[in-house]
C-alpha cells in the first residue's frame, strides 16, 4: 500500500477542529479518493487542555509549532493560526526549511509574506497551497489556477467578507441603523478580535491581493489596495439605494488597465437583480472575467468550520495525489511586479448629500459638478423637517479623479451639512 500522508497541524480553533473531524470520520473516503491513507501525526495550540470537541489522544502534542513544522515524521505542514507574523509565519518558513509540503487558510501571512514564501518553498521543491485563505469553502484558488488557466483574466471581483455582507444585508431587511446591527453581529461572534479587519475591509482586501496575483501573473501588492470599510454606510443609504434599483455591497475589484493594476475593496451599489445583488447573510461570492468564459460566478459559504476545512482538506488532497501547481499559479520568479494604478476606470456613482435648505443651494451643487465635467443622471431630493434637505444624485459614467473634484468644489460653497457619501455604482 502506498505510504500514508502525514499531517501536523497547527491551530486547533474552528478550522483545526474542523479539519481533524473531516480526516477522523472520512478516512476511508479520503483515502480512495487520494489513492493513499491521510494520517494525523501531530499537533499543536495554545492551550492543550482545552475541549475542542474532538478527540486528540492519539495524536503527539508540540508546545511549539515550530517544533512540530521540524517533526521528522510530518509531509505536510497544516497552519491554522492566523496573523501576519509571529508564530505562524515561523514555523510556515521552519516547515519549508525542513522540506514539507504547506497548507493555511492564513491570508494575512501570504499578503504581507506570499512572494517570499513563494519563492522558498519552489526553489526547495515545497507546494505551498492556501484555497482556505480566500472565500472560505469556494474553490476560487483552484479555478483561477487550474480550470481558467487557459484565459486572458480581464476582472476578478466578489463580496469576500461574509461579516459585512451579514451586516448590510440585516440592516435592508430588518431596517436597523449600522450600529444596532454591529453590536449583533459581535455578539453572534461573527467579528474579530480587531473588528476594523472586517468592517474596514483589511481581511477582504487581503483576499482580493491574492485573487490578483494569480489572475494577473504579479506579485502579490497588498500595500496598494485601495480599502475603504462600511461604517459610514447607513440605513437612509440601504433604503434610498433600494428604492433606485440596487444594494450595498462591500465589493473588491481587480482589473488591470492601461494605467496599471488596479485593486480596490470599497462599498460599492449593484444592481439588485444581479448575483451579487441578491447575495444574502454571510455567503461570499466571486465574479472571474476571463477572455474564453466571459463571466464565471462562484457562490458559497464563506466561513465557518465546515467551508473552511473542507478547503484545506481540497489541498491536502491534491498533495496526496501527487499535483503540484505554483504557488500563484505561475512559477513566483516569473511574477511581475505591477504597476498600480488608483481607481479611475469611469463608472457612475451615488451620491447622498445633506443640503442646507436656503435658495440656489442645489443650483451651486449641480454646478460644481458641471464644471469638474460630471454629469447628473437621476436625482431626488427627499421630504425632510429640519434645515437640511436629502438629497441623493445617480452620475452618468465618470472618473473618480474628476468626482473627487467635484466633491472638493461642493466643499467650499458652503452649502452642505456635511461631506457627502460617494459611492461607485458597479456593473456586473
Known amino acids: 500500500m502506498t505510504a500514508p500522508l502525514r499531517l501536523g497541524i497547527a491551530g486547533l480553533g474552528t478550522v483545526g477542529a474542523g479539519v481533524v473531524k473531516i480526516i477522523r470520520q472520512k478516512a476511508n473516503l479520503l483515502a480512495v479518493r487520494s489513492g493513499r491513507p491521510i494520517e494525523i501525526v501531530a499537533v499543536s495550540a495554545r492551550s492543550r487542555n482545552k475541549d475542542r470537541g474532538v478527540n486528540l489522544s492519539d495524536y503527539a502534542w508540540e508546545d511549539d509549532p515550530v517544533a512540530l513544522a521540524k517533526r521528522d515524521d510530518v509531509d505536510v505542514f497544516v497552519e491554522l493560526m492566523g496573523g501576519s507574523d509571529g508564530p505562524a509565519k515561523a514555523a510556515t518558513e521552519a516547515a519549508i526549511a525542513a522540506g514539507k509540503h504547506v497548507v493555511t487558510a492564513n491570508k494575512a501571512l501570504l499578503a504581507h509574506h506570499g512572494q517570499v514564501l513563494a519563492e522558498t518553498a519552489e526553489e526547495a521543491g515545497s507546494i505551498l497551497r492556501f484555497e482556505a485563505a480566500v472565500a472560505g469553502g469556494i474553490p476560487v484558488i483552484k479555478a483561477l489556477t487550474e480550470g481558467l488557466a487557459g484565459n486572458d483574466i480581464t476582472r476578478v471581483m466578489g463580496v469576500m467578507n461574509g461579516t459585512c455582507n451579514y451586516i448590510l444585508t440585516r440592516m435592508q431587511s430588518a431596517g436597523l441603523p449600522y450600529d444596532e446591527v454591529f453590536e449583533e453581529a459581535n455578539q453572534l461572534g461573527y467579528l474579530e478580535a480587531d473588528p476594523t479587519l472586517d468592517v474596514g475591509g483589511i ?48 465589493l473588491g475589484v481587480a482589473q488591470m488597465t ?171
Open 203 to 250: 481581511d477582504a482586501g487581503h483576499k482580493l491581493s491574492l485573487l490578483s496575483s494569480i489572475a494577473f501573473g504579479t506579485k502579490v501588492d497588498f500595500g496598494n489596495v485601495q480599502l475603504e470599510g462600511i461604517q459610514r454606510i447607513t440605513i437612509e443609504d440601504i433604503e434610498q439605494a433600494a428604492d433606485m434599483g440596487f444594494r450595498i455591497k462591500l
Open 258 to 428: 492601461g494605467r496599471g493594476l488596479e485593486q480596490r475593496m470599497s462599498p460599492c451599489l449593484v444592481p439588485a437583480h444581479s448575483p451579487l445583488g441578491q447575495l444574502e447573510g454571510g455567503t461570499n461570492m466571486v465574479v472571474i472575467e476571463g477572455d474564453q468564459v466571459e463571466q464565471i460566478v462562484l457562490r458559497g459559504p464563506g466561513a465557518g468550520e465546515g467551508p473552511t476545512a473542507s478547503a484545506v482538506m481540497g489541498d491536502v488532497m491534491d498533495i496526496a495525489r501527487g499535483l503540484s501547481i505554483s504557488t500563484f499559479g505561475q512559477p513566483a520568479n516569473t511574477l511581475s511586479q505591477a504597476k498600480s494604478a488608483q481607481a479611475d476606470t469611469p463608472a457612475p456613482y451615488y451620491l447622498r448629500m445633506a443640503l442646507l435648505d436656503k435658495p440656489g443651494a442645489l443650483a451651486k451643487v449641480t454646478s460644481a459638478m458641471g464644471d469638474a465635467g460630471v454629469s447628473i443622471d437621476r436625482m431626488r431630493q427627499y421630504q425632510h423637517e429640519t434645515d437640511t434637505a436629502p438629497v441623493l444624485i445617480v452620475t452618468h459614467k465618470t472618473s473618480r479623479s474628476a468626482l473627487e473634484a467635484a466633491l472638493t468644489a461642493m466643499d467650499g460653497l458652503d452649502v452642505l451639512s456635511a461631506a457627502p457619501v460617494a459611492l461607485r455604482i458597479e456593473t456586473v
